[in-house]
């Protein structure tokens, strides 16, 4: 049953909250990245193939340990959006927002009317009528978070008209698409990468708009934090799992290994 969100109601008071993308589709998974502490979890349904009845159990253990569930949706599928929430998500991620068209098309999905034109339905997020049909419709509307990634050259020049669209709640960077979108694949550190995260981060501080940063050091985490972002992904499950079990393999190595 749709809940206060968590992370909505902590960047409003000016908290900081930490998340993590999740690709792996296991819902006991998800309870473990809740019970270490973080604040929000994105589940990957962009790069990933998980089915609805999947994504729904996802999100079902993100709330069973208050860990707050976002989706990142597939680019440009308002169908994608429609099921996530439905199934409870708190808010989506909307990948590669190039122009306020796409962030427009994206808040009519995830909103209803009159600030958007969500398919109406019943079901588990309204507690299977156990609230009222026209409470929730407003409760979903100021609780349900959208979330625009920017990760495309054009769309930091563009990045005036994007954020002037009513109903975007947060933007989240993408550094690895930008380098390629720039023409330096993977050169995440890159300077021209670096002056336009900066970019984006000062022009969401001019429009009001909360910016989430994906520090890759801990360096880069006190940087942003310096800078006043209160909102941080850190990272993939999938990354930190594999190095932490090559770590684990190699303070384990005996000299006789081969």
Known sequence: MLRP????AAL????????LFCAIPAPALVEM???????FVILDSEHTGVDPQELENLIRAAE????TPFVRVPEADPGAILRALDAGAM???????RTAADLAAAVRAARYAPEGMRS???????????LDLGEYLARANAEIMVVAMIEDAGAVEALGEILAVPGLDLVLEGAADLSQSYGVPWQTRHPVVRRALTEIADRCDEHGVPFCAIPRTPDDHRDWAARGVRAFVLGEER???????RAHREAHRLEEDP
């Not at 969100?5 to 909505?8: G, H, I, K, L, T």
């Not at 409003?12 to 998340?19: P, S």
């Not at 109406?120 to 156990?130: A, D, E, H, K, W």
């Open 12 to 19: 409003t008071a000016g908290d900081a909250v930490h998340g």
């Open 91 to 97: 808010g989506v991620v909307v990948p590669h927002v």
């Open 239 to 245: 990354g930190i799992a594999a190095r932490a079990l």
């Open 33 to 39: 990245i809740g019970c270490a502490g973080y604040d």
């Open 64 to 67: 069973a340990v208050d860990l």
């Open 5 to 8: 969100n968590a992370v909505r």
């Open 120 to 130: 109406l339905n019943g079901g588990r997020v309204p507690g299977f009528g156990r």
